[in-house]
């Protein structure tokens, strides 16, 4: 039988809450015996800062870089607001990016029937949509150098962060997303800001040659800003948005209020194809954070990371049927109107977050009954 290795990192605040209702999911398959999860778990961010003075040890990178997959819950949190900036809880997650070499960050956006009226939007603008933010996760303004604060002559500070993107970097997220648009709708729109960024020049010109290799696949260059407003003015137009890193961030946010929540987004961090092996380096992360302000009351919402776990089943094991099965699951379960207060209507019984994870497997054996 397969045996995959998976190492948890809960993280801080809601991360450890939502993690705990996917190692449920990872025990249901595991005893099902048609597939074996080897499990690590390991500290990571603020929780990691207080046990070593640092947001992620080398012993964890270690972990990361020799297991099969990485499932990661989410940092940060007001308890380390006074902490130095480079050993900040974020800064844990931002060295797994850097340095698994996930270039490529997937953000799908799906609005399940059932929450059409939980989006921000009317259930018309959001019935049936499915996009996917493609973006950019190792390059542009988190990592260029110099990134600094300095302090002038006339004693006032200057606080600098630097935008860098090379051909290469846009070159092989263009690609990602061309691949995927092919296996999609066919469409992308490439997100930048030409109009004022050096950057953003280079983008639209290297997409733009990229796209040469990809006739079959709808190319549309859009100014960021202008994506921002379509997505929520009419998100249907969209199949793929590539953009870059920072952008990424900022739209995805937008992205989940169409699904209903923060808490139904997803994640898959993806490096590049070992040309031997055929393997990638992943990290699979709900796209939310740590959420502070309902922390610790079981309130959290587990769908964004259920969900990335199930991406971690199709892009990390090729396990498309049990991915398939997950998703099902969360659709039936949410079809039977089991809803965490972030996806419920005013007024509307709410459940916490054991009880979705709970829901999730009795769905499961449902359906494999
Ligand atoms: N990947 C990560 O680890 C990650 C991502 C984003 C933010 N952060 C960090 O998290 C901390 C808090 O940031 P923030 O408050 O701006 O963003 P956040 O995503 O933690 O929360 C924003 C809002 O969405 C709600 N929310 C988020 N996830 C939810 C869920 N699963 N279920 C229900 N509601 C949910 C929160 O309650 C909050 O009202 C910061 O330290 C930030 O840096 C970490
Ligand atoms: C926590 C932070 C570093 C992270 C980011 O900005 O990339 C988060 O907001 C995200 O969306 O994954
Ligand atoms: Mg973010």
């Not at 080897?38 to 990178?61: Q, R």
């Not at 270690?62 to 480079?86: C, N, T």
């Not at 997650?93 to 929450?115: M, Q, V």
Request: glycine share 10%.
């Amino acid at each position: 039988m397969t045996s995959y290795n998976l190492l948890i990192l809960p993280g801080d605040g809601i991360g450890p809450e939502v993690a705990g209702e996917v190692e449920k999911l990872v025990a249901w398959f595991s005893n099902r015996g048609t597939v074996r999860f080897e499990v690590e778990k390991d500290l990571v961010g603020g929780a990691a800062y207080d046990a070593s003075g640092l947001p992620i040890t080398d012993e964890t990178m270690q972990r990361a870089l020799s297991a099969d997959a990485v499932l990661f819950g989410a940092v940060g949190g007001p308890k380390w607001d006074g902490v130095a900036y480079d050993v900040r809880p974020e800064a844990g997650l931002l060295r797994l990016r850097k340095d698994l070499g996930l270039f490529a960050n997937l953000r799908p956006a799906i609005c399940y029937p059932a929450l059409a009226e939980a989006s921000a939007l009317k259930r018309e603008y959001v019935d049936g949509l499915n996009l996917v933010i493609v973006r950019e996760l190792t390059g542009g303004v988190y990592f260029g150098e110099p990134k600094e604060v300095v302090t002038l002559e006339n004693g006032e500070k200057r606080a600098v962060d630097t935008q860098i993107y090379t051909t290469h970097e846009i070159e092989r997220i263009a690609r990602v997303a061309f691949e995927l648009a092919r296996r999609r709708q066919g469409r992308v729109a490439s997100a930048e800001k030409r109009n004022v960024m050096k950057t953003g020049v280079l983008w639209h010109q290297v997409v733009s040659e990229v796209h040469k290799d990809y006739p079959d696949v709808a190319l549309e260059h859009i100014l960021a800003d202008n994506c921002g407003m379509q997505l929520v003015r009419n998100p249907k137009q969209f199949d793929v948005i590539v953009t870059d890193n920072l952008f990424g961030d900022l739209l995805s946010d937008v992205a989940a209020m169409l699904t209903g929540s923060l808490g139904m987004l997803p994640s898959a961090s993806l490096g590049a194809e070992d040309l031997v092996t055929g393997k990638r380096r992943a990290l699979y992360e709900p796209v939310h954070g740590s959420a502070p302000d309902i922390a610790g009351q079981g309130l959290a919402n587990p769908l964004a990371m259920i969900g990335s776990f199930a991406m971690a089943l199709r892009y990390s094991f090729g396990l498309v049927q049990e991915a398939d099965l997950v998703e099902k699951a969360v659709a039936n379960v949410l079809a039977a109107g089991v809803r965490t207060k972030d996806i419920a209507a005013p007024g509307a019984p709410t459940v916490g977050t054991a009880e979705v994870g709970d829901a999730v497997i009795r769905e499961l054996d449902a359906l494999t009954q």
